[in-house]
């Protein structure tokens, strides 16, 4: 049972994400933020846009439409947050279930009437859920998080009966207990296992201080070296710990072929159609010469192979009987150097398409730039969270920058909305060159600021049920675009784009033209949706040239 240490343990993480100046102004409005950034993996900004708490909220206090990397997942979050530790010895509240129920039923079948009875930030999420439903597989991930105890028993039950009426549905409780034990960092074990080879189909070599053996093993060798050893059920994350990858389930196509592949009549071709799997130790040793020998294996990291591993844990549940016949290609490398231990995870995974951000963290040029931020009394975060303990407003984060600059500096607003993870992978050559300098980085971020502060004080005010620019509601998924057409204006009228102070005196007129955009589409078009809108390429072309046309305009006038 959580104690007083987990519950300030958690009290102090949310009050780091206090910021009263854009209406995070208690703990029970920045738990939230902190929670579906921690679970989804997703930004901070990102977190405050999923926001949709407040009168007219249906029980839903936040939506997250998850399309990353293939995936094809809505989440729905209820939260509840106490401010003292007595409270949390009380059961999350399960009053809001039925809530939950009814819009579950307008939202699935289709219920327009859900405009009127949904406030603005909800009734744009169920556009966007709407669209995600009409893909393939689809799943609603339904989470009740609160500092206290999960629901009751009964009530919990209740819960996961009435959701689990509708397909597709998959219902997580997440208590004090459990949410601290997500955030607690725990010193890592040293994980010691052994595996058995396939007879004698191994090969070993040695290049001064690193040593090396590549071998096949059986596929249900490596779900019993991944198995917790304190819960079968569940696979033992730290030995993942040097992986860059986090695992995305089955709802990634990949690792969905993956489990399709082991599980198939041509499962015995697994060990030709897959890359295999990378290990790192500290020390392998093994009789020589012996047919199907074990290697002794000490202190081991997974470093590449994550998903495959996985995968393959996720099939063994399924059908255990098939991997009988899987065999997969297994390379262990001995080093005790880490340096040498984090380069194998890197170039072992950049052969990937999808490039973590954490690959590019020790580039040059983002050394660089942190240097030249550190000059201007700012930290620049190459990693993420990396300067956690500084103060907010003085922390520059690379991704955020990086899409900053895509929407002004190289006009691809676009793509800064819908494929934020490109930066770090295909685009990064074309993001982060030598002529960029942390100024054009710091002139983006900070006009983006002001857009955003406009933003976060328009939705601030629709949860307090205050009076806002119904206009003014495209921001939300429209930052980015008001961000490209402050640039545009900039051009027409001459005016140098990294001239902050010129430049910010723009927005007002940059939303006027996004906004009269957005209500002539929307006029024309009644599945409108915002989210759809801005990620569509061919938007900026006609923000570009409906400025194009009113600055002319206007010039022509003068």
């Known amino acids: 049972m959580a104690n007083l240490l987990d519950w300030n343990t958690l009290d102090h993480k949310v009050k780091a994400y206090l910021d009263p100046d854009n209406g995070i102004d208690t703990e029970q409005k920045a738990f939230p933020v902190l929670m579906v950034s921690s679970l989804l993996s997703v930004s901070d900004e990102e977190a405050e846009d999923s926001i949709t708490d407040g009168s007219k909220d249906r029980g839903v206090d936040?939506?997250?439409?998850?399309?990353?990397?293939?995936?094809?997942s809505i989440h729905v979050f209820q939260f509840k947050y106490v401010d003292n530790f007595e409270n949390t010895k009380k059961n999350f509240p399960s009053g809001e279930i039925d809530k939950l129920v009814s819009f579950f039923d307008d939202l699935l079948d289709e219920n327009k009437s859900l405009e009127k009875t949904c406030n603005p930030l909800l009734w744009n999420k169920v556009k966007e859920m709407w669209v995600a439903l009409n893909k393939p597989k689809p799943s609603i991930e339904v989470h009740f998080c609160g500092n206290t105890l999960p629901m009751q028993d009964d009530e919990k039950d209740r819960a996961d009966s009435s959701l689990g009426k509708f397909k597709y549905f998959n219902i997580h409780h997440h208590s004090l207990d459990s949410i601290v034990e997500m955030f607690v960092d725990?010193?890592?074990?040293?994980?010691?296992?052994q595996i058995q080879v396939v007879d004698k189909d191994y090969f070993d070599r040695t290049d001064g201080s690193i040593r090396g053996l590549i071998c096949t093993v059986e596929a249900t060798e490596i779900v019993r070296v991944i198995t917790d050893p304190e819960n079968p059920e569940l696979v033992h994350k730290e030995i993942f710990n040097d992986n860059v990858r986090v695992y995305l389930s089955r709802t990634n196509k990949i690792n969905r072929k993956i489990i399709q592949t082991a599980l198939s009549e041509d499962n015995p071709l697994f060990w030709y159609l897959n890359n295999g799997i990378t290990i790192t130790c500290d020390s392998f040793s093994y009789p020589k010469g012996k047919r199907a020998p074990m290697v002794e294996l000490k202190?081991?990291?997974?470093?590449?192979?994550?998903?495959?591993s996985n995968a393959l844990f996720e099939a063994n549940q399924i059908a255990p009987e098939k991997l009988d016949d899987v065999l997969i290609l297994i390379r262990i490398i001995e080093t005790k150097s880490q340096p040498v231990s984090l380069a194998i995870a890197e170039s072992t995974n950049s052969q990937t398409p999808i490039k973590s951000r954490d690959l590019r963290s020790n580039d040059d040029i983002q050394k660089k730039l942190e240097e030249a931020f550190e000059g201007m009394g700012l930290f620049y975060e190459r990693k993420l969270n990396q300067h956690s303990d500084k103060p907010k407003t003085?922390?520059?984060d690379a991704l955020t920058a990086g899409q900053a600059h895509l929407a002004y500096g190289l006009e691809l607003p676009e793509v800064a909305k819908k494929d934020r993870g490109r930066i770090f992978?295909?685009?990064?050559e074309q993001v982060f060159t030598d002529e960029l300098t942390a100024d054009d980085l710091l002139c983006s971020i900070k006009i983006l600021n002001v857009i955003e502060g406009i933003k976060k004080k328009l939705q601030s005010s629709i949860r307090k049920q205050e009076k806002f620019e119904l206009d003014h509601l495209f921001l939300i998924d429209g930052a980015y675009h008001t961000l490209?057409?402050?640039?545009?204006i900039c051009d027409e009228r001459n005016i140098d784009r990294l001239n902050f102070e010129e430049a910010i005196k723009l927005v007002p007129l940059a939303i006027s033209y996004v906004s009269e955009l957005v209500i002539e589409t929307q006029n024309k078009d009644e599945s409108f949706s915002f989210n759809r809108y801005f990620k569509d390429a061919k938007t900026k072309t006609k923000v570009a040239s409906l400025i194009q046309n009113k600055e002319r305009e206007n010039t022509s006038q003068v």
Do not use: C, P
């Open 484 to 488: 490209f057409a402050i640039g545009q």
């Open 394 to 396: 003085y922390r520059i």
């Open 425 to 428: 992978s295909d685009l990064y």
């Open 299 to 308: 202190n081991i990291q997974i470093v590449n192979g994550g998903q495959t």
């Open 62 to 72: 936040a939506v997250f439409v998850d399309d990353r990397d293939g995936r094809n």
């Open 186 to 193: 725990k010193k890592s074990a040293v994980i010691n296992n």
